[in-house]
């Protein structure tokens, strides 16, 4: 595939005396000027006199002083050093410099992206950098090197992503850097292998086009996109190219009317106001006919009304629903509520007699501004503030939601593998919610969040010790899902050695509770049976069990007479349950007056294969030999016990079932499984997500032997796709 295959065609120009059309900033100009080499040391050089001059266009009077000694710099120390397309590498620094710039970043940003493959790849140090450009330009130089494979191995790539967060972290202005780098290297990606472009496209996708749609950069981000749909998607990509061109050579255009008409609306209203249609980009397009089906002309392009103050983009919105036919559905406020990543706008639809709808955003020049550059059209969010106000502008428009959460979680991240798939996870949760505390302060989080994800974001580890939540004034369990404008108020436990719930892993969403929970699970290798002493169950307070007592004891120094014990299953119940009824499980165990747990993490019954470990109280805590506890109290160097089944009937067994959700199948599930038998001691059924619902039963049976048929039932349930025992899964 040739770089040019990668690059998305232009739609047409709309026909028409009245249609004006304003395309997205365009980034796809690459100056081949770098060919003519350096000026003299008292004028600019020739080869960015392209980007001075998009330069100037946002800030007139910059210094172009560090640019043209950037370029020196640059250029003497990549030459002869070629791409593997040909070209001198020089034309790669220019080129991003170049997207920079027409993006309006400011002159430090611009010095350092000419620099920014200087020290990787030449013998330019970091230092000289610094002594040549100060510690602003050096810093952000630093942050997009990469690390060596030679040092780091696989590892190379995501620790260097995680050295470009924690740069990140310091100055924003590394990131714009980096995507812009990775957007000219897409663009001139048809050099490389298919199998390199596809492992390149889809890190762009997983960690790039997130990252890009965050710092609130569209321009990089709708490009990378299209880019990456034509690399990974190539069928795709070609039938959405010949749908826009189809559209782009029809004779009539209903957008364009429907421009025409807004324009002679707001002229009647007296407002300053420029409507222009903007061109849906690939994937934009692609989106809309697989949600549609078939497409209208209407739907190939957005209209944008641009106006100079906030209130007037109420008055164009008041204004086109009182003139034109709105589609109230599509109405959303993104001025007086923005998104997480600095977008406003107003968003709204209006419809034509013959059916043509037509999409409207609304916003001022500056809205527009930020909405296509992001960040980079703030220069530094994170610089110290000056004297002067900035518009009341927020001093730290990012910090505070998505990337503190991303730089909190990735320090405690254990290992490159850990962090590189946390982060993907993290970056595909591409909308964020906001809940609010008692206290008047707020928690940010993605969709999908619950009430352990809020207790780790408000109290770091120390919601170890969370036992409830109320949402909204009333009681919830743990696992309840937030949802946007909650108000949540998270109960902690007085007992400073509570501990967590391995069941808070299911519920956990976002990476810094997963990895706080799997953590400490990691780090206290339970002496009890895992699964018991758990701290607070989602679904209700736990009875702690007690050290069982009973059982025969052997008489005192007959050492080789094993103990046969009674050892009796104790579950957790919720607190409006009817108290358990016991059942028992004949265990012969080598240890004389040993009493006998069986583990509730993995409900051994007969005949399982099983083994045993001492613990506290001279007791020893019976597991199915598979289970993934087994494996870590061996790794940790607990001595095994020698356990085996007595003469045994009745057991009590925990079930785990899977289902789809539908009306009344709680009622045939129950009834299925008192058919074969079983009487069920607990049932918790968790809300549905996904529309997937997860039943827990415990169950007691008269006969080991029945546990099979009780199984197959189960699984027989309509719309129930898997029935499993319980198993806790390993940290």
Same mark, same amino acid.
């Given at each position: 595939?040739?770089?040019?295959?990668?690059?998305?065609?232009?739609?047409?120009?709309?026909? /028409?005396?009245?249609?004006?059309?304003?395309?997205?900033?365009?980034?796809?100009?690459?100056?081949?000027?770098?060919?003519?080499?350096?000026?003299?040391?008292?004028?600019?050089?020739?080869?960015?006199?392209?980007?001075?001059?998009?330069?100037?266009?946002?800030?007139?009077?910059?210094?172009?002083?560090?640019?043209?000694?950037?370029?020196?710099?640059?250029?003497?120390?990549?030459?002869?050093?070629?791409?593997?397309?040909?070209?001198?590498?020089?034309?790669?620094?220019?080129?991003?410099?170049?997207?920079?710039?027409?993006?309006?970043?400011?002159?430090?940003?611009?010095?350092?992206?000419?620099?920014?493959?200087?020290?990787?790849?030449?013998?330019?140090?970091?230092?000289?950098?610094?002594?040549?450009?100060?510690?602003?330009?050096?810093?952000?130089?630093?942050?997009?090197?990469?690390?060596?494979?030679?040092?780091?191995?696989?590892?190379?790539?995501?620790?260097?992503?995680?050295?470009?967060?924690?740069?990140?972290?310091?100055?924003?202005?590394?990131?714009?850097?980096?995507?812009?780098?990775?957007?000219?290297?897409?663009?001139?990606?048809? *050099?490389?292998?298919?199998?390199?472009?596809?492992?390149?496209?889809?890190?762009?996708?997983?960690?790039?086009?997130?990252?890009?749609?965050?710092?609130?950069?569209?321009?990089?981000?709708?490009?990378?996109?299209?880019?990456?749909?034509?690399?990974?998607?190539?069928?795709?990509?070609?039938?959405?190219?010949?749908?826009?061109?189809?559209?782009?050579?029809?004779?009539?255009?209903?957008?364009?009317?429907?421009?025409?008409?807004?324009?002679?609306?707001?002229?009647?209203?007296?407002?300053?106001?420029?409507?222009?249609?903007?061109?849906?980009?690939?994937?934009?397009?692609?989106?809309?006919?697989?949600?549609?089906?078939?497409?209208?002309?209407?739907?190939?392009?957005?209209?944008?009304?641009?106006?100079?103050?906030?209130?007037?983009?109420?008055?164009?919105?008041?204004?086109?629903?009182?003139?034109?036919?709105?589609?109230?559905?599509?109405?959303?406020?993104?001025?007086?509520?923005?998104?997480?990543?600095?977008?406003?706008?107003?968003?709204?639809?209006?419809?034509?007699?013959?059916?043509?709808?037509?999409?409207?955003?609304?916003?001022?020049?500056?809205?527009?501004?930020?909405?296509?550059?992001?960040?980079?059209?703030?220069?530094?969010?994170?610089?110290?503030?000056?004297?002067?106000?900035?518009?009341?502008?927020?001093?730290?428009?990012?910090?505070?939601?998505?990337?503190?959460?991303?730089?909190?979680?990735?320090?405690?991240?254990?290992?490159?593998?850990?962090?590189?798939?946390?982060?993907?996870?993290?970056?595909?949760?591409?909308?964020?919610?906001?809940?609010?505390?008692?206290?008047?302060?707020?928690?940010?989080?993605?969709?999908?969040?619950?009430?352990?994800?809020?207790?780790?974001?408000?109290?770091?580890?120390?919601?170890?010790?969370?036992?409830?939540?109320?949402?909204?004034?009333?009681?919830?369990?743990?696992?309840?899902?937030?949802?946007?404008?909650?108000?949540?108020?998270?109960?902690?436990?007085?007992?400073?050695?509570?501990?967590?719930?391995?069941?808070?892993?299911?519920?956990?969403?976002?990476?810094?509770?997963?990895?706080?929970?799997?953590?400490?699970?990691?780090?206290?290798?339970?002496?009890?049976?895992?699964?018991? /002493?758990?701290?607070?169950?989602?679904?209700?307070?736990?009875?702690?069990?007690?050290?069982?007592?009973?059982?025969?004891?052997?008489?005192?120094?007959?050492?080789?007479?094993?103990? *046969?014990?009674?050892?009796?299953?104790?579950?957790?119940?919720?607190?409006?349950?009817?108290?358990?009824?016991?059942?028992?499980?004949?265990?012969?165990?080598?240890?004389?007056?040993?009493?006998?747990?069986?583990?509730?993490?993995?409900?051994?019954?007969?005949?399982?294969?099983?083994?045993?470990?001492?613990?506290?109280?001279?007791?020893?805590?019976?597991?199915?030999?598979?289970?993934?506890?087994?494996?870590?109290?061996?790794?940790?160097?607990?001595?095994?016990?020698?356990?085996?089944?007595?003469?045994?009937?009745?057991?009590? *067994?925990?079930?785990?079932?899977?289902?789809?959700?539908?009306?009344?199948?709680?009622?045939?599930?129950?009834?299925?499984?008192?058919?074969?038998?079983?009487?069920?001691?607990?049932?918790?059924?968790?809300?549905?997500?996904?529309?997937?619902?997860?039943?827990?039963?415990?169950?007691?049976?008269?006969?080991?032997?029945?546990?099979?048929?009780?199984?197959?039932?189960?699984?027989?349930?309509?719309?129930?796709?898997?029935?499993?025992?319980?198993?806790?899964?390993?940290?």
């Amino acid at each position: 595939m040739s770089a040019e295959a990668t690059n998305p065609a232009t739609p047409g120009p709309v026909t /028409g005396p009245a249609a004006r059309w304003r395309a997205r900033i365009d980034l796809r100009r690459l100056g081949r000027a770098a060919l003519l080499g350096p000026a003299a040391r008292d004028r600019l050089p020739d080869a960015i006199g392209h980007v001075a001059e998009a330069h100037r266009a946002h800030h007139p009077d910059a210094d172009l002083e560090p640019l043209r000694r950037a370029w020196v710099l640059a250029e003497s120390s990549h030459r002869g050093q070629m791409r593997k397309s040909g070209e001198p590498y020089i034309t790669h620094p220019l080129a991003v410099t170049l997207i920079l710039a027409e993006l309006g970043a400011e002159t430090t940003t611009l010095t350092a992206s000419l620099l920014h493959d200087t020290v990787e790849d030449t013998d330019v140090t970091l230092d000289q950098v610094g002594e040549e450009f100060g510690a602003e330009v050096r810093y952000l130089v630093d942050g997009v090197t990469k690390l060596e494979k030679v040092d780091y191995g696989a590892a190379a790539e995501p620790e260097t992503f995680r050295k470009m967060l924690k740069a990140t972290a310091g100055d924003v202005r590394v990131m714009s850097i980096k995507l812009a780098d990775r957007l000219h290297n897409m663009r001139t990606l048809g *050099v490389m292998r298919p199998e390199k472009q596809a492992r390149i496209a889809k890190v762009t996708r997983d960690v790039l086009i997130p990252l890009a749609e965050r710092l609130g950069v569209q321009a990089l981000k709708t490009e990378l996109e299209d880019l990456v749909f034509a690399i990974l998607h190539p069928e795709e990509y070609e039938h959405t190219r010949e749908l826009i061109v189809d559209n782009a050579s029809r004779a009539d255009d209903p957008l364009a009317e429907i421009a025409d008409e807004v324009r002679g609306v707001l002229r009647d209203a007296d407002i300053q106001a420029e409507v222009v249609i903007r061109p849906r980009h690939f994937v934009s397009v692609h989106r809309v006919a697989r949600k549609r089906g078939q497409l209208r002309g209407s739907d190939f392009g957005r209209l944008l009304v641009l106006v100079n103050e906030d209130a007037d983009c109420y008055g164009v919105l008041g204004e086109l629903h009182t003139c034109l036919t709105p589609v109230v559905s599509e109405f959303k406020d993104f001025i007086a509520v923005p998104k997480f990543n600095l977008y406003q706008s107003l968003h709204t639809a209006v419809a034509r007699p013959d059916g043509q709808v037509a999409e409207v955003l609304i916003r001022t020049h500056q809205m527009h501004k930020v909405a296509e550059a992001g960040v980079i059209a703030l220069g530094n969010p994170y610089a110290p503030p000056s004297e002067e106000p900035v518009d009341g502008e927020r001093e730290d428009p990012t910090r505070p939601g998505w990337l503190s959460r991303l730089l909190d979680w990735q320090e405690a991240a254990p290992d490159p593998d850990t962090f590189w798939s946390t982060l993907r996870e993290d970056l595909a949760q591409d909308r964020e919610i906001t809940v609010f505390r008692p206290d008047g302060g707020t928690l940010g989080l993605p969709d999908g969040a619950t009430c352990v994800d809020a207790a780790y974001a408000q109290y770091g580890e120390d919601a170890h010790a969370c036992i409830g939540a109320r949402v909204n004034g009333r009681l919830a369990t743990l696992s309840t899902v937030l949802r946007d404008g909650d108000t949540v108020q998270l109960l902690m436990g007085q007992d400073p050695a509570s501990e967590p719930s391995r069941e808070w892993l299911e519920h956990a969403h976002t990476p810094a509770a997963r990895i706080a929970i799997q953590r400490w699970l990691a780090t206290h290798p339970a002496p009890e049976a895992p699964g018991e /002493g758990l701290g607070e169950s989602l679904h209700g307070t736990v009875d702690r069990p007690e050290g069982l007592q009973g059982g025969a004891e052997a008489p005192a120094g007959s050492a080789d007479t094993p103990a *046969v014990v009674d050892a009796q299953r104790s579950r957790p119940r919720t607190p409006d349950s009817a108290p358990a009824r016991s059942r028992t499980a004949d265990v012969l165990v080598d240890q004389p007056g040993a009493t006998v747990r069986l583990a509730g993490c993995c409900t051994p019954v007969p005949p399982d294969d099983v083994t045993g470990f001492a613990v506290r109280g001279g007791a020893v805590t019976v597991h199915r030999v598979e289970c993934p506890a087994v494996a870590r109290m061996k790794e940790a160097g607990r001595p095994e016990v020698e356990v085996r089944w007595g003469d045994t009937a009745e057991c009590r *067994v925990t079930l785990y079932a899977e289902s789809f959700g539908r009306p009344h199948l709680l009622a045939d599930l129950t009834e299925a499984m008192a058919l074969e038998g079983a009487e069920i001691v607990s049932a918790t059924v968790e809300p549905p997500s996904q529309q997937r619902v997860r039943h827990t039963y415990t169950v007691d049976l008269p006969d080991a032997a029945l546990l099979p048929a009780l199984m197959r039932a189960m699984r027989n349930v309509p719309g129930v796709y898997d029935v499993s025992r319980a198993q806790t899964q390993g940290a």
